[in-house]
């Protein structure tokens, strides 16, 4: 399970229970980017605990929450080490898993620190496959579709020069981005793939 504060939450702590014990997720901070926590049913329950106040003024904490399946964890090496490279059977996967697959380039990037994260703004000129509408058709209409996705500050990405081919999913709204091998390599690998028949889905790759 992934939780994510709202915004403007506030008038209480929530922590993760199991057998009496409490582990503290998110503390009662008015105001402040909500971040995302996530922890396995097994490791207990939430517990919502109200925090005294020194006013009579209504608080009101909510918060969003997504159920991962095991077969969607298997992006979850953006967790465990976010910045490096996919390897090949994690790209392969990812075409298969992902909430979009798109073919294009990285137009700019934008850092905000403040919520540790880089925006990624591309401009696709292929679309494989979105479960929401992340990209838009550009205004121009020149067949090309316009969008950002997003990666932890950490990564340093900086624009780059060439085609990808950009993987993600869509958590609490936001596009966040998977493997995003070069396009050139992604060929290389999934004609190998396709070669020695262990390819785990296809893709079109006019």
Known sequence: VCIKPFRDSSGANIYLEKTGELRLLVRDIRGEPGQVQCFSLEQGGLFVEATPQQDISRRTTGFQYELMSGQRGLDLHVLSAPCRPCSDT????????????????IEDVTHVPEQQVSVIYLRVNRLHRQKSRVFQPAPEDSGHWL???TTLLQCGVRPGHGEFLFTGHVHFGEAQLGCAPRFSDFQRMYRKAEEMGINPCEINME
């Open 90 to 105: 994690e790209v392969l996967l990812a075409i298969c898993t992902s909430d979009f697959v798109v073919r294009g380039f």
């Open 147 to 149: 969008g950002h996705v």
